[in-house]
């Protein structure tokens, strides 16, 4: 079973900063893109930011400049530090992963989810 647990949010003014985390587990033989999104009140999901194995980066224009994405390959792990933060950035940010794991004798290649956590700027 694969599971992504996401760390890090919380309430923070304007202008200040906050890092999320997100660490992968299970039984997983290889983890390609993982990224971040988010989704506030009343409004659809969006990306954030991505990052794939091999070190490429993208990011939302709304966040360049202010977001960095990293990877622990390693730890199985996702970073997002967020500087500069808006009130506009508030919303439920979700870790996203594509990862190949063993279930049972079968190898499958899907796309997993953490459960989400809240990151809240007050203006």
């Known amino acids: 079973q694969v599971q992504l647990v996401e760390s890090g949010g919380g309430l923070v003014q304007a202008g200040g900063s906050l890092r999320l985390s997100c660490a992968a587990s299970g039984s997983i033989i290889s983890i390609n893109t993982m990224g971040w999104y988010r989704q506030a009140p009343g409004q659809q999901r969006e990306l954030v930011a991505t990052?794939?194995?091999?070190?490429?980066?993208d990011y939302a224009d709304s966040v360049k400049g202010r977001f960095t994405i990293s990877r622990d390959n390693a730890k199985k792990s996702v970073y997002l530090q967020m500087n500069s933060l808006k009130f506009e950035d508030t919303a439920v940010y979700y870790c996203?992963?594509?990862?190949?794991?063993?279930?049972?004798?079968?190898?499958?290649?899907?796309?997993?989810w953490g459960q989400g956590t809240q990151v809240t700027v007050s203006s």
């Open positions: 996203s992963a594509r990862i190949g794991s063993i279930s049972g004798v079968r190898y499958a290649i899907n796309d997993y």
């Open positions: 990052a794939t194995s091999g070190g490429s980066t």
